[in-house]
């Protein structure tokens, strides 16, 4: 699905960049979903050579690790790529990486090498990849983002994912073309920092992001966040934003495809999982999110989670026991 929103013209003041409340909101949001990455391939090219991922529908990544390449889609211009430079498709689009900057070169696809020590001019390392989120906000952040961001490592924001760049090289040269589960993690780490640079960044404020930045917006959501078990109606959050019921629900509906009470309902249960994982009964975490009665909560954790909260549990248990050492 493309990005492709009508705008309107805001009734609420926008805000230039993300405050504190909205920071906790950002962080929150992508830490609710479950992620996964998973490395295609790792190395260099040289030559006339031509990668891709498109055309598996998936979501996915070009890392640069060394050397300097372009990116192709079809309709826009080309954009060239350095070292630490990353490319994250939200979607299955078009695309593809080659070392020229005219699309109409005549490339092909070649066999990847191993990442080199010391690299020649000309060659080009890269770690190409898939990513999947899951959770009850996966197309509430999904559609906040355009289908490609480039994010570049000269940003001073991004300054922190350096050294998961220089991590993922290192593994590389240890690990040659096989990926590894180290640079599934590292990979999976570069995206989340990826997409909370973006969310961030006004060139990237879409959807959900732009809420954040209408004036009281960040802070509701902050709140709502500390006090879920509050009654929180419509009308209770339409006064927070100072905003007719009306134009609350709307604006809302436009920038996360949500009625609020939907979005609500999706915050809670995720909030009670949350606190589910960590070993806290399921009436505890019924209660915290406003819901004195187990029928009702099974009821919405079951709606928005697809599983009775009991069985929710035990399977998160049982994962866990599977994946810790010597179980």
Known sequence: MSFVRQRHAPDAPIEPALDAQADRVVDWLLGSLEW???????????????????????????????????????????????????VFLMRDVPHFLSPYADPGIDCAPRAMQPLSTTPA????????????????????????????????????????????????RSEAQRAGTEPSVAMDRLAGLLFFYGL?????????????????????????????????????????????????????????????????????????????????AQGESIAQAAQAVGYASYAAFSRAFKRVMGEQPGAWQRARTNRHRSETPGH
């Open 196 to 276: 909370r640079h973006a969310a961030h960044s006004e060139l990237h404020a879409h959807g959900f992001w732009t809420l954040l930045r209408k004036r009281g917006f960040a802070q509701l959501l902050a709140d709502i966040l500390q006090s879920p078990g509050q009654d929180w109606s419509v009308a209770e959050m339409a006064r927070r934003v100072h905003l007719s019921r009306t134009a609350f629900f709307r604006q809302f509906g436009e920038a996360c495809d949500q009625a609020p009470l939907q979005f609500l309902l999706a915050l809670r249960m995720q909030l009670a999982a949350r606190r589910m």
């Open 36 to 86: 996964d990455a998973t490395l295609f391939h790792v190395g260099q090219y040289c030559g006339r050579w031509r990668a891709s991922t498109a055309g598996r529908a998936r979501a996915s990544f070009h890392l640069i690790l060394e050397g300097r390449c372009w990116l192709h889609m079809p309709g826009r211009a080309s954009v060239q790529l350095a070292p630490r430079d990353g």
């Open 121 to 168: 001019i000309g060659e080009t390392g890269l770690a190409c990849g898939f990513f999947s989120f899951d959770g009850p906000f996966r197309d509430v952040v999904a559609n906040a983002f355009p289908d490609c961001l480039v994010l570049r490592a000269d940003d001073l924001a991004m300054a922190s994912a350096a050294t998961l760049f220089d991590l993922m």
